[in-house]
């Protein structure tokens, strides 16, 4: 006679709980639009119920936007590590392409599937932030005018690498296109500017 014996399941703490939630939602997120993502799906993969999602994260919303907040935290680490990788006084032109070559590894490793007009109103003011802190980069690597053109050429140079780099990751960003795209997401940016600044 066999007796099977099953170990107790470890009681998690509050942060472990929030980071096994967190866990289940960015591979839910990751596998299906916001609008095919359900509470209860999250909280099964995560060992808990659906109340205590709702406990942590308020609401589906709320749940999205923290899993949009981590992965554009993670975007921007990868971002400052590159740059930081670079050999002192690179030009403005290279420190932009490692900038951007970094960007589209995180859109390789696709965190969530749904782009910025399916998402829940709550992902806007994290989007918003992310956007605020990439043109804080470039404002101190590009050292702009305040005119409205070099305003508006920033602007249009993120919502091409953001357009390029969803039609990119719609072909599951094939590596053949990866270094056109970069070298048009600069040559925008340059015709924009008109020159490089720096």
Not at 57 to 65: H, M, T, V
Not at 83 to 91: I, T, V
Request: hydrophobic share 45%; net charge neutral; proline share 7%.
């Amino acid at each position: 006679m066999s007796a099977t014996s099953s170990t107790p399941r470890r009681r998690l703490g509050p942060e472990e709980r929030r980071a096994a939630i967190l866990t289940a939602a960015r591979r839910a997120f990751a596998a299906a639009p916001y609008a095919q993502v359900s509470v209860p799906d999250v909280a099964r993969a995560a060992h808990g119920s659906p109340a205590i999602v709702f406990h942590y994260f308020g609401s589906k919303e709320g749940l999205y936007a923290a899993v949009l907040a981590d992965d554009l935290a993670a975007l921007a680490a990868r971002q400052q590590a590159a740059d930081e990788a670079l050999p002192p006084h690179s030009s403005a032109r290279d420190r932009a392409r490692t900038w951007v070559l970094a960007h589209l590894d995180h859109v390789a490793a696709r965190t969530t599937r749904s782009a910025p007009r399916e998402e829940p109103p709550a992902a806007a003011e994290t989007r918003a932030a992310s956007r605020a802190n990439d043109l804080a980069f470039l404002t101190g690597l590009l050292n702009p005018t305040d005119a409205a053109r070099d305003r508006f050429a920033l602007l249009g140079f993120l919502g091409f690498l953001d357009a390029a780099g969803a039609a990119w990751a719609s072909h599951d960003c094939p590596e053949d296109d990866r270094h056109p795209l970069v070298d048009a997401a600069l040559g925008a940016l340059e015709g924009a500017l008109g020159d490089w600044r720096r």
